[in-house]
């Protein structure tokens, strides 16, 4: 599986690398630590004439507190520094949690967060090599007008398959944008689409620059439960991320609960936060989230392992995240 | 599911190299977890599914447990300085070490491979069926 040929563009400046995206249009794909875009390019899945190497530009790197107390994670922040980070580890446990799920450390050292947000989404019909792929006859996403998933339909069902984006929606995280008309700022949660081909509300000529941490979520409790069939190196089959921030005498203040990997998006689950806040804990109003959780999920045969199981790993992640995060802290 | 240790003895005959008869009872042992656990090919309507290392999993070395060798010398008359073999024994061995291993720990036996945690519940669930009919025929339907 040879790379398509394509030329390498290396901007310095985030300015610099606006331009050549708005220049080259859908001829330019972005590139980071390239540990999705290179095996999808050896798929063929794309050919860019042009990649856009983000990685000289030196100002998309790094943790920084921002205004307000934020914290500014530049989008060429790796994984391996999340995982490592004594700040990220005290303030927002549940990031560091699912960082360290990511692949695996080989991954993690190239990958970044801001490659990690914007992660193709995943099909058993998609991700297969061009000769595969031309067997087949192609797909509704990729050279066909067939889904495979769900044979009729005219929507595509790949999976969202991140780790990072579950975990920073509870934590009502932003994401930084820069195109042609400057920057602007945008909830995690309105940055993904819901559908497996148009994944993200990134134009082809802006760039994630920079994910924000609010102030308020810090310290937050918070865990990341993730099913793959393998410990390491793994996409997830299904994910629950959870944050809980509960007072002294037990009650509830706040919570989110995020799934990802059984829908074309990472998504909230909404009645958790509204069953959660003002409430101690009980068996019972965990297994009622945790039956929401189950309704929000959509998982259908995109991948390896069956629906059946991935909602009831859902249900039992979304459970167990709770019971932990209530319980015993930042367990 | 993990799988914490395995310990394989296995009969050479005559270790001529030790050291490679236990590297050879390693890897062996470790193409039996693997084809235990996760390893499976999957077709659908004659295409398989999972061509590549991604989908198609081996173990790792995160998954790979200490493994314990254990030489048994027999010394074979009809082999080589008194060998036999070090090949792939301890694969065929290890499947069944990790099927039993599962019986004995939530009793329930599982007969295709790869014995995944997916098969392990819907058994689990059968037996707890089948119980709760055993024990309380007519009520409805036992403590779930």
């Given at each position: ?26 001829e330019?794909?972005?590139?980071a ?15 860019p004439?042009?990649?856009v ?9 790094g ?5 307000a107390?934020?914290l ?5 922040t ?15 446990p ?7 799920t990511?692949?695996g450390p ?9 490659g990690?947000?914007?992660l193709?989404t ?8 061009h ?17 495979h ?15 990072s984006?579950?975990?920073l929606?509870t ?7 820069t195109?042609p ?8 949660a309105q ?20 994910v924000y ?15 793959r ?5 793994d996409?997830?089959?299904?994910g ?8 002294r005498?037990?009650?509830?203040r ?14 909230l689950?909404?009645e ?5 806040v ?8 965990v ?9 929000t ?10 629906p ?8 039992l992640?979304?459970?167990?995240a ?9 367990a | ?12 005959g ?8 236990e590297?050879?009872?390693?890897g ?12 499976e090919?999957?077709?659908n309507k004659?295409?398989?599914?999972n ?10 070395t ?5 493994i ?6 027999s ?16 694969l ?10 599962i ?15 997916e098969k ?10 089948q119980r709760a009919?055993?024990d309380?025929?007519?009520t ?5």
């Amino acid at each position: 599986m040879t790379m398509p040929a394509s030329r390498v563009a290396r901007p310095s400046t985030i300015e610099e690398a606006v331009r050549l995206l708005a220049d080259n249009g859908p001829e330019a794909v972005i590139i980071a630590g390239g540990t999705d875009v290179v095996p999808n390019l050896q798929m063929k899945l794309f050919a860019p004439r042009v990649l856009v190497d983000i990685k000289p530009i030196r100002v998309l790197q790094g943790i920084t507190i921002a205004a307000a107390g934020a914290l500014r994670l530049g989008a060429l922040t790796t994984l391996t520094e999340i995982v490592g980070s004594p700040l990220l580890q005290a303030s927002y446990p549940v990031l560091v949690s699912a960082a360290a799920t990511i692949a695996g450390p080989l991954q993690r050292n190239m990958g970044t967060l801001g490659g990690n947000l914007c992660l193709e989404t995943r099909c058993l019909w998609y991700n297969q090599s061009h000769f595969w792929r031309k067997a087949l006859g192609g797909c509704l996403k990729k050279d066909g007008d067939v889904c495979h998933v769900a044979p009729g339909g005219k929507r595509c069902w790949a999976a969202w398959s991140g780790d990072s984006a579950p975990a920073l929606l509870t934590l009502d995280a932003e994401v930084e944008i820069t195109g042609p008309r400057g920057r602007r700022r945008l909830p995690l949660a309105q940055f993904y689409l819901n559908d497996g081909m148009n994944r993200i509300a990134l134009g082809r000529d802006e760039l994630v620059t920079s994910v924000y941490l609010p102030a308020r979520t810090a310290g937050r409790r918070g865990i990341y439960h993730k099913l793959r069939i393998r410990d390491s190196i793994d996409y997830p089959l299904a994910g629950v991320a959870v944050t809980l921030e509960v007072d002294r005498s037990g009650v509830c203040r706040e919570a989110r609960v995020a799934i990802t990997a059984v829908n074309p998006a990472p998504l909230l689950v909404k009645e958790a936060s509204e069953w959660l806040v003002g409430q101690r804990y009980s068996a019972e109003l965990v297994d009622r989230v945790a039956h929401a959780a189950i309704r929000t999920g959509k998982p259908l045969t995109t991948s390896a392992s069956t629906p059946v199981y991935r909602r009831e790993m859902v249900r039992l992640f979304a459970r167990r995240a709770l019971e932990e995060a209530w319980k015993n802290g930042n367990a | 599911m993990h799988v914490h240790r395995i310990i394989a003895a296995h009969d050479c005959g005559k270790a001529l190299n030790p050291m490679t008869v236990e590297g050879q009872i390693e890897g062996s042992v470790y193409m039996g977890l693997g084809q235990a656990l996760q390893e499976e090919m999957v077709w659908n309507k004659g295409r398989l599914m999972n061509p590549t290392l991604l989908e198609y999993r081996i173990p790792s070395t995160l998954e790979t447990p200490e493994i314990e060798s254990i030489i048994v010398e027999s010394i074979d008359p009809e082999g080589p300085f008194g060998a036999k073999e070090a090949g792939e024994g301890s694969l065929a061995a290890t499947i069944p070490a990790i099927a039993n291993a599962i019986y004995d720990a939530v009793g329930v036996r599982i007969n295709t491979l790869p014995i995944t945690p997916e098969k392990i519940l819907a058994a689990l669930r059968e037996k707890e069926k089948q119980r709760a009919g055993n024990d309380a025929p007519g009520t409805n339907g036992g403590s779930r």
